[in-house]
């Protein structure tokens, strides 16, 4: 069985791709953080997006793909273990991956056990819980600011003020340091200046020195900043956009008939300077939308410098590209502003695109459903390392190969919130969402997927749904037959 699985790899590799089987293909692996799949080649025509439209143009384009939780860390401690949340018991950002799995190999630990050099510049796990075991040397974090420096300034006054005073500054919530820092901040600087135009630097730094030393393969994790709020980045981008002429959000109002613990997304955006409490008046929507576009461009541009380093090297011949991006994001769409933070296909949908040299369904989209967890077994099978019995997901190999293919019957996603924890079990028809929470009747969301994409209609209260609900709890207590999770904390409002 093995030596077939192995054998179809070396056939998919060889049929799709021009590189021969004895070379180790690289991957660079670009992380964005809270951009939602809101792009040029994701269909949007506001957006501008050229260069992973470009990008998509030499991968396939996952249209439905899911993130395991809707916030950044255990999203990405998801994606990089190969482990569902369920599994990794981390539901909230401050835990470290090994404070509840210590002897885990991570998909890059994995690469690195392999010959690989394994390094991460920038935002790959969350900054501050970072693996060590992940990477051949320690991540590396530029130290260009990630605000202007009139804004540096004010916070470093702020913080002065409060010193003089004997006043304690609180980590999060209003008053905190993010209260010195605007939403949203045009400036008048060149990329470099700021983090994330730092970050692609060095990224294309690294990528000329591995360009020297082909005998030994890389996987090169690039992540970026933007478009998480703050929403700062030189001014061209925000020049881009004219904030009169941005679409508002639709369905400006809260998903209908659904429980309220579990209709609530993160306050954080609300701590940043300026923001008005409430209802947002109208101007300020748009200059909202102005500034996470702006953004989303900055983030655009940096990828399309890592991938012209890329072709300038000749690594492009070689090298697999991943962009993925680390959940969805909620701007006006029921009421909620730069956040994501519950189990809605608006904070679960994120961006994946998959390019691999040569592949024969480049420029193509699929419709098949998967998850972050599925990244770990594809990359493996796609460089041929053997295969990790640790990871929980499934190969994307047959869909790179056939678009119309499939491997996932759903995409999983958690969510902790007043006690509960939610799962949200997504197919090509429904979303459906269990809360379970000791001592508290089960409460189920189903939101029909294809009529009500965002989730504006609860639909679960209706009898006439009573039997399709019954099949998906069936359906997902198969696959997570032990509901006894235990939550860290309560993730509401980060
Ligand atoms: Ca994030």
Not at 213 to 238: D, E, R, S, T
Request: net charge neutral.
């Amino acid at each position: 069985m093995m030596f077939l699985q192995r054998l179809t790899l070396c056939l998919f590799v060889l049929l799709t791709t021009n590189v021969s089987a004895s070379e180790k293909l690289n991957v660079l692996f670009i992380a964005s953080d809270d951009m939602r799949p809101q792009l040029g080649c994701y269909g949007d025509t506001t957006v501008k997006s050229p260069n992973l439209d470009a990008l998509a143009k030499r991968s396939l384009l996952f249209n439905h793909s899911y993130v395991q939780q809707a916030l950044c860390s255990p999203s990405r401690i998801a994606m990089l273990s190969g482990c569902y949340p369920a599994t990794t018991g981390i539901f909230e950002i401050g835990p470290a991956l090994r404070s509840t799995m210590p002897d885990i190999s991570t998909m890059p630990q994995y690469f690195k056990d392999h010959g690989y050099h394994t390094r991460s510049l920038g935002k790959i796990y969350h900054v501050g819980i970072d693996d060590d075991a992940s990477w051949t040397i320690p991540a590396w974090h530029s130290k260009q600011p990630r605000v202007s420096e009139g804004t540096k300034q004010a916070v470093a006054r702020m913080m002065k003020d409060a010193e003089a005073k004997g006043i304690e500054i609180p980590k999060r919530g209003i008053g905190s340091r993010n209260s010195a820092i605007p939403a949203f901040e045009s400036v008048n600087c060149n990329d470099d200046d700021l983090l994330d135009g730092d970050t692609a630097k060095n990224a294309i730094a690294q990528l000329r020195e591995h360009s020297k030393n082909p005998a030994q393969p890389f996987f090169l994790a690039v992540g970026f900043a933007n478009p998480h709020v703050p929403w700062i980045a030189p001014k061209k981008y925000f020049d881009l956009y004219d904030p009169a002429k941005l679409p508002l959000a639709e369905n400006e109002f809260l998903p209908q008939n659904a429980p309220d613990f579990a209709a609530t997304s993160g306050t954080d955006f609300r701590w940043y300077n300026g923001v008005p409490q409430g209802d947002l008046p109208e101007s300020y929507k748009r200059q909202c939308l102005q500034g996470y576009f702006a953004a989303i461009s900055y983030i655009d541009a940096q990828v399309g410098r890592l991938m012209q380093a890329l072709n300038e090297t000749g690594l492009d011949k070689n090298t697999i590209v991943v962009f993925w991006t680390d959940h969805g994001y909620y701007m006006g769409e029921h009421t909620w502003w730069g956040a994501k933070h519950n189990n809605y296909e608006g904070a679960t949908r994120n961006a994946l695109m998959l390019a691999i040299p040569g592949m024969k369904t480049a420029g193509q989209k699929t419709q098949s459903l998967v998850q972050s967890v599925d990244l770990a077994p594809t990359l493996v099978d796609l460089c041929g390392l053997p295969a990790h019995h640790g990871f929980e997901g499934k190969s994307l190999t047959p869909i790179l190969a056939d678009p119309q293919a499939n491997v996932n019957e759903a995409a999983y996603s958690w969510y902790p919130k007043s006690g509960y924890l939610g799962v949200a079990m997504r197919t090509q028809q429904w979303l459906y969402v269990e809360w379970t929470k000791p001592g508290e009747k089960t409460v189920s969301e189903l939101y029909d997927a294809v009529r009500d994409p965002q989730n504006d209609f609860n639909l679960a209260g209706k009898p006439e749904h009573s039997q399709t609900i019954a099949a998906l709890s069936k359906q997902l207590r198969k696959k997570f037959p032990v509901q006894g999770f235990k939550p860290t904390g309560d993730s509401t409002i980060r």
